[in-house]
DNA sequence: GTCTATAGAAAGATAGAC
DNA sequence: GTCTATCTTTCTATAGAC
């Protein structure tokens, strides 16, 4: 059986599509548990591949970490149309996320992350420079910066009673008009331009 | 040299003192990292007592972490003299507390507690049980549980920011209006009675 | 390009001496 | 009531065979 060139196939000796299957199965598992709980065992585990190649591939799990997070807070990819619906939308992308689901969660990386020493800097610094810092240039006007801390904080609550605690209080009935609370404070967040 | 019987002396051979020892050492350390970056070892050194006794007197890791959290998230301890304060209240107690403060913070053990299997829902369960729920019959009336879930949620998310991200965006001049927003929004979540 | 084998460090827990 | 010594497991990382 050759390799066939599509992006779909599955060629069993190719370092570049080797290197993909661990990254992503690093994301999913970074998102699920602490830095510490997540072996490179079980990264290669899920990835199919020997453990070995981890390290070959990154040389060390602390670079595939950051390799992981690459991007994963940039905020353009998170923004609606329009600027006036950001707080329902923000929203949405927290609480439409099935706690179950094996996918890419920067928000639950970093939920995960505070606790531990070797990468709590990274996540923090990656956050701010992807989300906070061009989320505060787009609100623009008076006290931005601080503004976009805010709505920065009412994500971050919200993705913790969520996806860190999984509270039962906000699924099910109360997540509309959870969702639609939550939406108005951070909107009260963006438009202040008229003081 | 006699033992004393009074409360601030340190007298070494004594197991109710050593037992409070390492219960209080265990406190700030787990304040300060995850479950799993906290080791016995650390704990008895700073609470000066040899790392056997950690599993001697409290039988393992695991129960000594629920020993340390018992109690923490009390919202009696966290309540204003009139609930009209609540608001301003809550938020002072998260955004006054220094960064190298080597204290006990409940909220900052959830916070670092969330990506360990080990110890996850074991917080989970008494925030909801010591905090969300005794806050949601304190508010009584429609949607209870839900706005007790949201006035949390803009804790943890201050928290998080704060403490998790040591974000400089909630500090210095900054920091009293970020409190005067978060604590209305909070405030909004209180009073909806004449709904 | 991938895998086997293992080095080396660190952690939780425990038996038994003092 | 406390400490020394150690067992056992688990993890990252690497050298070298295939």
């Keep these: 059986m050759k390799d066939t060139p599509k992006d779909d196939a599955l060629p069993s000796r190719n370092a570049a599509h080797t290197r993909e299957r661990i990254l992503s199965a690093a994301r999913v598992r970074f998102s699920r548990q602490s830095y510490e709980n997540v072996g490179t065992r079980d990264i290669a585990a899920d990835a199919g591949v020997d453990a070995a190649l981890v390290n070959r591939y990154f040389g060390s799990k602390e670079k595939l970490f950051a390799q992981a997070i690459e991007g994963g807070f940039h905020i353009e990819e998170h923004l609606p149309d329009n600027m006036s619906n950001l707080g329902?939308?923000?929203?949405?992308?927290?609480?439409?996320?099935?706690?179950?689901?094996?996918?890419?969660?920067?928000?639950?990386?970093?939920?995960?992350?505070?606790?531990?020493?070797?990468?709590?800097?990274?996540?923090?610094?990656?956050?701010?420079?992807?989300?906070?810092?061009?989320?505060?240039?787009?609100?623009?006007?008076?006290?931005?910066?601080?503004?976009?801390a805010l709505i920065a904080s009412y994500v971050l609550g919200l993705a913790t009673m969520r996806h860190g605690l999984e509270s039962p209080s906000l699924v099910g009935p109360a997540r509309r008009k959870a969702a639609t609370i939550v939406a108005e404070a951070i909107q009260s967040c963006v438009g202040k331009k008229g003081e």
């Design 88 to 148: 329902i939308h923000l929203v949405a992308q927290v609480l439409d996320n099935a706690d179950d689901s094996e996918s890419f969660d920067a928000l639950r990386v970093l939920l995960r992350a505070t606790g531990s020493p070797a990468v709590a800097a990274m996540v923090s610094e990656r956050f701010h420079a992807e989300f906070v810092r061009p989320l505060a240039k787009l609100l623009g006007g008076r006290d931005s910066e601080l503004r976009a």
